[in-house]
């Protein structure tokens, strides 16, 4: 009798420290998936995090190439990067910007490094251009292009920024162009040089789109744009040339412009345009 009771007692010990065994391992176990849970949930965070941060840098740079709605067209998941994006605008200000007289600037000497030091300051002024549309209210304003030291920029090339009823986004854009010549002076006293601009700008319909998949390049076509760069090519020195349409829009906004009377352009024969200096515009009355 004292044999089993000691056999049962052996086995109830061996039971219990299986059992603590037991329970010792499921604790360390249980702790080290907590561990490693806790680990993944950090490392998920942190690629969570890693890939917001890429998106966003990526938006950054496409919204360096493509206007804002433009680019949030192609995000979005169910659109084929392959179709073809363009739009009808009805009512869009375009602008021609140059700089005439830069090619008299650029030399290619050992001196400025064969023309680089030339075109860093051009991509000065540029920069300096685009940071004005950074400004509230140049919100309706859009840069298109540059093509050698001529700046292209329209307005309206949304619902959102097409303002039918009171024309906002075409004054904004005579303010725009009169601040470009604040920021050409702005450079010739710094750089010590005498750049001279000359804007030309136009309203009317456009075709807005995308050409090319690979690498995307954002442009506006139509008669409205031919006639803007025509306002620019038959404009004449630190002056803004805009047709008819643009000058019953802006007459009443305190802009010093006077008709300059009909000029040939190419394409279009004579038109009846106005200048004005590419001075601050008189307040309102």
């Not at 290619?108 to 051009?122: S, T």
Request: proline fraction near 2%; glycine fraction near 6%.
């Amino acid at each position: 009798m004292r044999f089993l009771t000691t056999e049962r007692f052996l086995i109830d010990v061996a039971f219990l420290v299986v059992f603590v065994i037991g329970q010792i391992m499921h604790s360390q176990q249980t702790e080290i998936t907590r561990r490693l849970d806790f680990i993944w949930k950090l490392q998920a965070t942190e690629e969570k995090e890693d890939m917001e941060h890429l998106q966003a840098y990526n938006r950054k740079l496409l919204a360096n190439i493509l206007p804002v709605h433009v680019a949030d067209h192609f995000l979005m998941r169910e659109k084929n990067i392959e179709e073809i994006y363009h739009e009808q605008c009805d009512t869009v200000c375009v602008m021609f910007a140059s700089i005439p007289n830069f090619s008299e600037f650029y030399i290619e000497l050992e001196g400025n490094n064969e023309g680089v030091e030339c075109l860093r300051l051009l991509n000065e002024i540029i920069v300096d251009f685009d940071e004005l549309l950074g400004l509230e209210r140049f919100r309706y304003v859009e840069k298109i292009k540059t093509t050698g030291s001529t700046y292209m920029a329209a307005s309206g090339l949304t619902a959102n920024s097409c303002d039918k009823n009171d024309f906002q986004h075409v004054i904004a854009m005579m303010d725009y162009a009169l601040e470009l010549f604040q920021k050409i002076t702005d450079v010739n006293e710094h750089s010590f040089n005498n750049f001279r601009m000359r804007i030309g700008i136009n309203i009317g319909p456009v075709v807005a789109g995308v050409i090319g998949t690979r690498k995307p390049q954002y442009d506006i076509w139509g008669n409205a744009v031919n006639v803007a760069s025509r306002m620019d090519s038959t404009g004449l020195m630190d002056h803004i040339q805009v047709t008819e349409d643009v000058y019953q829009i802006v007459k009443d906004q305190g802009y010093n412009l006077t008709c300059r009377g009909t000029v040939n352009v190419k394409g279009k024969g004579t038109m009846i345009t106005y200048l004005m200096p590419g001075l601050v515009k008189d307040p309102p009355n």
